[in-house]
């Protein structure tokens, strides 16, 4: 009786020890990409595209429309949250350096640029009164003033420090 009893913790932990092995060995990993083109409302391109019965009260489903067409839909981050809010973004043509998970379209953005005459620039908030750069509009942390956004190209010389 006593011998059974101490076989079932030990067939638990094998088990859990096969099951853990399992699930990381079938994980797979979000892809790294490199994406260029623009930000849109990804519910308006398909009423566009497929005459979706598109309610004009909607609320707007932000994407990403590469020069492929692909779209990818876009996480709401931190990082992104610029591309949400500021409707100046939504003109440019983007680099967004991201990543797209398993079996999804859905797009985290770590970092974006703009393309200006096919030169790479870099996008950011700036704070001319505290020399504070941010990555979304808004109130500096520091004065509160607002903070602008800036577009420079990104292999020039810059006194302004990286976030
Ligand atoms: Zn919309
Ligand atoms: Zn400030």
Known sequence: MRKSLMIIPIFIVMVIMIVGAKTTVEKPEPQEV???GKVLCLAEE???RYNVDLDD???HLYG???TK???????HTSLSKALFVDKRLHEKDLLIVGRVFPNTHLLEVLRFMSIVDGVV???YYFCDTCYIRTV???NCDCCQAPVVLMERPLNTDSLIPSP
């Not at 067409?69 to 996480?75: E, N, R």
């Open 57 to 59: 009260e909607h609320q």
């Open 64 to 66: 990403f429309k590469t």
């Open 34 to 36: 490199k994406l260029n």
């Open 46 to 48: 398909m009423k566009t």
């Open 69 to 75: 067409d692909k779209y990818f839909t876009l996480l």
């Open 121 to 123: 620039h870099e996008l």
């Open 136 to 138: 979304a509009p808004g």
